[in-house]
């Protein structure tokens, strides 16, 4: 595709830069409107200055990836009821030997389950636990999140299902799943593994415990030594801070065990109460309802209820002084009580086994989109109550980021610019030479960045492996890996250049228990190292 007129080259290439700037600087002073709406601004940039009628805007939009964001929200916040994340926190946690530890756990599961419920959905469900967890062990949380976000863009690489632009590179390859595998597995294994140790190189300082103490000595947040370590998080921190607040709400249960709560006479909260992992509202709900179900309990006080037993008796009933520790019949507390527990069990279960079912289904090759929609309405319907709590803690915001962006891209295309750079380095791009692997690894590096690496795939895709067919027919498979290889990588070299670096940064921004902004500069700094080199390294890994 040539250049366009000067005219939509020029305005084009400002409603992209507007996007562009609001992508990564969500914040700027003069336009202080976030990504969302800058999104859109230049989506609709795009329209005003007719780079692109409105129609071709619609067409832009992909239902098929936002059915697949939707439905994974959607999956994730039921698998977070079923208390999934907490197991995987219990995973994190068991004999975990400290901050580091911490961080290689947190690769190893990013980049396994990305490759199985794709890059976007590992961010979007465990953004808020990282958080969580970095709250808990007293840490910077940007060392998690990169971890997070880089190790789920690196092991999406391995399957078709791992991101949508495998996807397209599966459907217009013919390549199996099984060849897509093998092809790119020890690539991605090795590049975690590099993406790690760089990751643990860069932030040591920072994972050191003692270090840790020594920087909050120096910004005033410890008041003076304490005998133990636990001891001194908790009360040494200076009152009123934000990190003393923070601290005491994470690590005073877990150091106290309840005898704080006991010891004021005050046991209405516990300490699930400050993971969010651990109960989630309709748990409590249920167990409210549960409690509730022979007496309407309200409030904390000293109070004496009535409560009718199965033989027609009155049995005095206590609620303590400040407390809504409720002392009910042994035989109503147990009968109960268990019926509860066993159908809060087959509710986790048939959860996961909805969940195991859809990745099943994608496994087989069935649509992508429509499968996690239908798993999705599926735990909806298994709930057997109003649907509308849960989907109001869809993120509606980060579906329109996504519909501006694809129409900002499908503009910035229209323009001619990205296939003009292709026609530049074509001749110089023959995966048969080292040099022509590297300048083609470039290349996809800077569309992946610039026009995202969905609209690169599809753009570079047929002309790639059109120019490996003229050299052999061998060389097509390895064409198409390298494509998927190199996309995806490139998506750790910027904030903006992976939607699953979009997805951590904005769930940090906006998580209720612990917000923090990961900046585009924090990003780059690792970003960049880690790209190249893992980039780098791949490339010589993978076989046609």
Not at 120 to 134: G, K, P, R, Y
Not at 194 to 222: H, R, Y
Not at 413 to 442: F, Q, Y
Request: charged share 15%; net charge negative; hydrophobic share 50%.
């Amino acid at each position: 595709m040539a250049l366009a007129s000067i005219d939509k080259v020029v305005l084009g290439s400002i409603a992209f830069a507007v996007f562009w700037i609001m992508a990564v600087f969500p914040s700027v002073p003069l336009l202080p409107i976030g990504r969302t709406a800058g999104s859109l601004l230049g989506a609709i940039l795009m329209i005003i200055f007719k780079v692109i009628t409105p129609d071709q805007a619609y067409d832009a939009i992909d239902l098929s990836v936002l059915g697949l964001l939707f439905g994974t929200m959607v999956v994730g916040i039921f698998l977070e009821r079923a208390d999934l994340f907490k197991y995987v926190g219990q995973l994190l946690s068991w004999k975990c030997q400290g901050a580091k530890d911490l961080l290689c756990r947190i690769c190893i599961i990013s980049a396994l389950s990305s490759a199985l419920f794709t890059n976007d959905t590992s961010c979007i469900v465990l953004t808020e636990f990282v958080l969580t967890t970095a709250k808990q062990n007293n840490v910077p949380p940007h060392p998690f999140l990169l971890a997070l976000a880089s190790s789920a863009n690196i092991g999406s690489s391995a399957t078709p299902i791992g991101n949508p632009q495998n996807l397209v590179i599966a459907i217009q390859s013919k390549i199996s799943f099984g060849q897509f595998l093998l092809g790119l597995l020890p690539a991605m294994l090795i590049g975690v593994i590099v993406n790690m140790s760089l990751l643990l190189c860069m932030f040591w300082k920072v994972l050191s415990p003692k270090i840790d103490q020594e920087i909050a000595l120096e910004e005033g947040t410890f008041a003076k030594a304490a005998t133990s370590p636990s001891h001194a998080i908790n009360s040494n921190l200076s009152e009123g801070s934000p990190v003393s607040e923070a601290a005491k709400e994470v690590d005073s249960p877990s150091l106290n065990d309840g005898q704080g709560d006991l010891e004021s006479g005050n046991i209405c909260s516990s300490s699930t109460e400050h993971d969010p992992h651990v109960a989630s509202s309709s748990e409590l709900e249920s167990a409210s309802n549960f409690v509730g179900s022979t007496e309407q309990i309200a409030g904390c006080g000293t109070t004496s209820r009535t409560i009718e037993s199965r033989d027609g008796t009155n049995e005095s009933t206590e609620i303590m002084k400040d407390t809504k520790d409720v002392v009910l019949p042994a035989s109503v507390t147990e009968k109960e009580g268990l019926a509860y527990a066993w159908k809060r069990m087959a509710w986790k279960i048939c959860v996961y086994l909805v969940t195991t079912g859809m990745l099943i289904a994608l496994l087989l090759g069935l649509n992508m989109s429509w499968t996690v929609i239908t798993a999705s309405l599926f735990l909806v319907v298994i709930d057997f109550k109003d649907a509308g709590p849960c989907l109001d803690k869809v993120s509606y915001s980060l579906l329109l980021l996504f519909c501006g962006m694809f129409i900002t891209v499908q503009g910035f295309n229209e323009t001619g610019i990205p296939s003009t750079l292709w026609n530049l380095t074509k001749p110089h791009a023959e995966i048969n030479h080292v040099s022509g692997m590297i300048i083609l690894a470039l290349v996809i590096l800077v569309l992946s960045n610039v026009a995202s690496n969905v609209p690169t795939v599809l753009l570079l895709g047929g002309r790639v492996a059109a120019q490996a067919a003229a050299i052999s027919p061998h060389e097509v498979k390895k064409a198409w890996l390298i494509l998927a290889w190199v996309s995806t990588v490139a998506g750790n070299l910027s904030l903006p250049g992976s939607a699953a670096n979009l997805i951590v940064c904005e769930q940090a921004r906006r998580a209720p228990s612990f917000k923090y902004t990961l900046s585009f500069w924090t990003h780059l700094k690792f970003g960049l190292p880690s790209t190249l080199l893992v980039t780098a390294i791949g490339l010589a890994l993978i076989r046609g």
